[in-house]
């Protein structure tokens, strides 16, 4: 039997399980509450670029209101009670998860994926192995190393084949990575971050842990169409689709029909279905809302693009844009960026959706603002910009 869900409906229960029904601390934010929104997210995608903060930092923000960021680093890179790994993109995911992962470390070894970083490996493993004796006798940076083998020119940047060396024992699971202030790699052997009772778990085949992934992806999403669970942990499209199959014949995902869909949808089993979101928050553009554009698009009608690649003469919205989540709708997009010398956040421009009223997004985007000053470490937000049809109105 296939259930019909309403799309508002699916949009609340896809924030639900994003963790945006839950009600927001009262008091000071603690390791808790970013283990709740661990626990409901699976995984925080990294990103370097600080424009407004590392995005890493923001989902827990949009779910919970300011928080320390050192927290954070605390449990992921100081406690190892997270750690870091290539999941969706360069992610950090509870420790525990590490077993779940040894599928793809072994596809690269095997060199299935990764095949010009297996070539590098397999002509100079002398190096490879050097390379690992040296972490192994204490954490370091790529430029640490002993020899760390600069080229030469200025295509290549900071990149040596010390930090492809590296790169290679992260993909393999010979090293793991933390992160020191500045956001910079320092390499360490996968024994000092992950626990020997986990490393001592069974490594489930490739099937198992495609499976439980993709049940883990459900849960985070409440209600999804195939591709939505695919990219969640980044899959191999055609036997996660498989085992997708075989999660539906099994009971443990429900077929759907989400009004104004283009694809069937999938419904986890306990999803919540909330009559209300109470949410009203700026969100990260690699926050799980909205990390995977086509479902963005699909559910709250909100086409998306980050356009720090795109020139600036060819920009729409403009270079490191905000969407405003209001409820359980996407009503704005902002383009902020963090003046740290001057201590302010400047709000750039500030654009309402087709179907919103501009003077509505304005005044809800004001204590949005607000928070994310706060949490940014700015005494205030200030209009920098005359661009999109809230910003005259936010001034």
């Known amino acids: 039997m296939t259930v019909s869900i309403p799309k508002a409906t699916a949009r609340r229960i896809a924030l639900a399980a994003q963790g945006f029904s839950d009600p927001r601390p009262s008091g000071r934010v603690d390791r808790r509450h970013l283990r709740r929104v661990m626990g409901r997210l699976q995984l925080l995608q990294l990103d370097s670029v600080p424009v407004v903060m590392r995005t890493q930092y923001m989902p827990g923000f949009s779910r919970l ?50 095949r010009n970083l297996a070539k590098f490996a397999e002509e100079d493993s002398a190096y490879i192995a050097e390379v690992l004796a040296q972490v192994k006798e204490r954490p370091l940076a790529p430029g640490e190393l002993s020899d760390p083998r600069r080229r030469e020119g200025e295509w290549w940047g900071a990149r040596s084949l010390g930090s492809t060396a590296l790169d290679w024992l992260f993909r393999i699971g010979e090293v793991g990575i933390r992160r020191t202030p500045g956001f910079v790699k320092e390499f360490d052997t996968i024994e000092r971050i992950v626990p020997a009772q986990i490393r001592a778990m069974p490594t489930p085949s490739e099937e198992e842990a495609h499976r439980e992934l993709l049940m883990r992806a459900a849960t985070s999403l409440g209600v999804a169409a195939v591709p939505d669970l695919v990219d969640y942990h980044r899959l191999p499209k055609v036997p996660a689709k498989a085992r997708v199959a075989e999660l539906v014949e099994d009971g443990r995902l429900i077929e759907a029909e989400v009004e104004g869909w283009n694809r069937p949808a999938l419904l986890h089993p306990d999803a919540a279905r909330p009559r209300s979101i109470g949410a009203c928050t700026l969100l990260s553009p690699f926050d799980p809302v909205t990390w995977f554009r086509e479902r963005a698009s699909r559910l709250f009608d909100f086409d998306y693009k980050i356009e720090i690649y795109t020139p600036a003469k060819k920009r729409i919205y403009g270079y490191y844009v905000l969407p405003f989540l209001v409820g359980d709708e996407l009503v704005g997009r902002v383009d902020l960026k963090t003046d740290r010398a001057a201590g302010v956040l400047r709000v750039i421009a500030a654009y309402s959706e087709e179907s919103q009223d501009p003077c509505r997004v304005a005044e809800a985007l004001r204590p949005a603002l607000d928070d994310l000053a706060t949490f940014v470490g700015t005494d205030s937000w200030v209009v920098d910009g005359a661009k999109g049809d809230v910003t005259p109105r936010l001034r």
Do not use: M
């Open 65 to 114: 209101g300011p928080y320390d960021p050192d927290l954070l680093d605390r449990i992921a890179y100081r406690d190892d009670e997270w750690f870091e790994a290539w999941c969706h993109e360069a992610s950090v995911l509870p420790v525990v998860d590490e077993p779940l992962l040894r599928w793809a470390k072994a596809r690269t070894r095997r060199g299935e994926t990764w």
